[in-house]
């Protein structure tokens, strides 16, 4: 209830906070752009995870104006960076009921981004609702230049029909997967056969939750395009990220 009180309030105080991931490209590890991943603030030096938060905001209704935050936050920062990297932000099913690509684009003309710098992150949960508007506004979407990006590809459904009709980018193998690979070799053969299968698709192909050498020497054996996770880098406060890519590279 605290929480339901914070989240209310959370825009006026200026409680949410934008951290940001390093993806970096599997062959040459250079850096490639940032995933932003929101924070709210507890109000004691420390924040609170979206995978806590964001289910109450979206049953209160919130996450439309969180996420337009979110997307202005996110551009304005890219569109300082010394380098044309790309900028991740997640997006939660609600924001596909609002005008979300008005919001796209004014986040876009209000930083001065470049479209192509910007990539959109959704999960497959968003499809079970109204698959053809949502197919709609991914069509304006990248009608504007945006990417579009299916995440957490490996949970749920993993339907291979959403890869088909709606029109991605970019795939992200969710973190559990790479985590099961010391379990069994078939999860090798399973992760070495989503990366193929994104090659005829041509989709890029994003391995998440890389924390050791054995996964990132791995993935770059069975052909992921992008690496992220604790190996290359924590997700960290603007300031970080800024150092980040200045000694990147
Ligand atoms: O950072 P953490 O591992 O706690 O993130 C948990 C979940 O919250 C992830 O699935 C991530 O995609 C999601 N998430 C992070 N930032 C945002 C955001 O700005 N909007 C939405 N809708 N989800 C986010
Ligand atoms: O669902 P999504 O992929 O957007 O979730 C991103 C979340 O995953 C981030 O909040 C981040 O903290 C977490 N994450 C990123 N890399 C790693 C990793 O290598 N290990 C673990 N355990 N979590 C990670
Ligand atoms: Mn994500
Ligand atoms: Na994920």
Redesign the pocket.
């Known amino acids: 209830n605290t929480l339901r009180v914070m989240l209310r309030h959370a825009l006026e105080t200026e409680a949410f906070e934008l951290h940001y991931q390093p993806l970096h490209e599997a062959e040459t590890n250079a850096l490639l752009g940032f995933e932003?991943?929101?924070r709210l603030q507890d109000g004691e030096g420390g924040y609170i995870?979206?995978?806590k938060f964001?289910p109450i905001a979206e049953e209160m209704g919130l996450?439309p104006r969180i996420?337009q935050w979110?997307l202005n936050e996110a551009c304005r920062t890219a569109a300082n960076w010394p380098q044309k990297l790309s900028i991740a932000?997640?997006?939660?099913p609600q924001q596909f009921r609002e005008d979300l690509v008005t919001v796209v684009e004014s986040a876009l003309a209000l930083s001065g981004l470049a479209a192509e710098r910007l990539e959109l992150e959704i999960t497959e949960s968003l499809f079970i609702a109204e698959p053809q508007s949502v197919a709609d506004q991914l069509h304006r979407l990248k009608a504007l230049g945006v990417r579009v990006v299916m995440?957490?590809f490996g949970t749920g459904y993993s339907s291979l029909s959403y890869l088909w009709k709606f029109p991605f980018d970019k795939l992200k193998v969710d973190r559990s997967c790479f985590m099961s690979l010391a379990e069994s070799e078939s999860v090798g053969e399973v992760l070495r056969t989503i990366s193929a299968m994104s090659g005829a698709m041509n989709l890029r192909v994003v391995a998440e939750g890389i924390e050791t050498e054995m996964q990132r020497s791995f993935a770059c054996q069975a052909g992921y395009d992008e690496l992220q996770g604790f190996l290359c880098g924590r997700?960290m406060p603007r300031e970080a990220a800024m150092q980040y890519i200045l000694t990147a590279n």
């Open positions: 932003a991943l929101l995870s979206p995978g964001i996450t996420g979110v932000v997640n997006l939660s995440d957490d997700p």
